[in-house]
T-cell receptor, first 113, second 110 residues
């Protein structure tokens, strides 16, 4: 069973501050995703990595969000500077190599005040 | 892009009742998953079901890809079934993007 660890689990910051989230898949998977889930909505894909490369970042607000994947394993998502509307849960997911099934980490709940 | 609609948006059941959740999608898809998001926010995989029928205990799912819908059946519901159920689809058109529906919020009363 694929496992995905995320840290921190909770973060509270003031608007205009910076914040970073980490995703650590327990076992190697080629495809990694970051999603944003605003309260009451379904997750929205922000960025998809295939190994170290970006496959899709069309919904990533690139003026303030950035993401990277190191050595095709761990990944970080950064927001700089944060806005009030960035308050959400940020979910990391990996995909099994043999099909398109995705497995999610527990998420990081961000509150921007 | 692909549109995903889930119904009903909210559902309240008495423990022991059965229910059917529906997911409609607007275009052909290559994959479809059902998830349960528990009250702690964890998304739990229920089914990977781009087509056909699968069963796992009290849950089963059917996807009719040619008619662009999927159904999730919950039988003999329990309070632990409470939470939000999401359908997520993906397709090769315009890049392989995964789109989630807005979810069905289920509350099972004891």
């Amino acid at each position: 069973e694929a496992g995905v660890a995320q840290s921190p689990r909770y973060k509270i910051i003031e608007k205009r501050q910076s914040v970073a989230f980490w995703c650590n898949p327990i076992s190697g998977h080629a495809t990694l995703y970051w999603y944003q889930q605003i309260l009451g909505q379904g997750p929205k894909l922000l960025i998809q990595f295939q190994n170290n490369g970006v496959v899709d970042d069309s919904q990533l607000p690139k003026d303030r969000f950035s993401a990277e994947r190191l050595k095709g394993v761990d990944s970080t998502l950064k927001i700089q500077p944060a806005k009030l509307e960035d308050s959400a849960v940020y979910l990391c997911a990996i995909r099994r190599d043999r099909n398109y099934e995705q497995y999610f980490g527990p998420g990081t709940r961000l509150t921007v005040t | 892009g692909i549109q995903v609609e889930q119904s009903p948006p909210d559902l309240i059941l008495q423990e022991g009742a059965n229910s059917t959740l529906r997911c409609n999608f607007s275009d052909s898809v290559n994959n479809l998953q059902w998830f349960h998001q528990n009250p702690w926010g964890q998304l739990i995989n229920l089914f990977y079901i781009p087509s056909g029928t699968k069963q796992n205990g009290r849950l089963s799912a059917t996807t009719v890809a040619t008619e662009r819908y999927s159904l999730l059946y919950i039988s003999s519901s329990q309070t632990t079934d409470s939470g939000v159920y999401f359908c997520a689809v993906g397709a090769n058109t315009g890049g392989f993007k995964t789109i989630f529906g807005a979810g069905t919020r289920l509350f099972v009363k004891a």
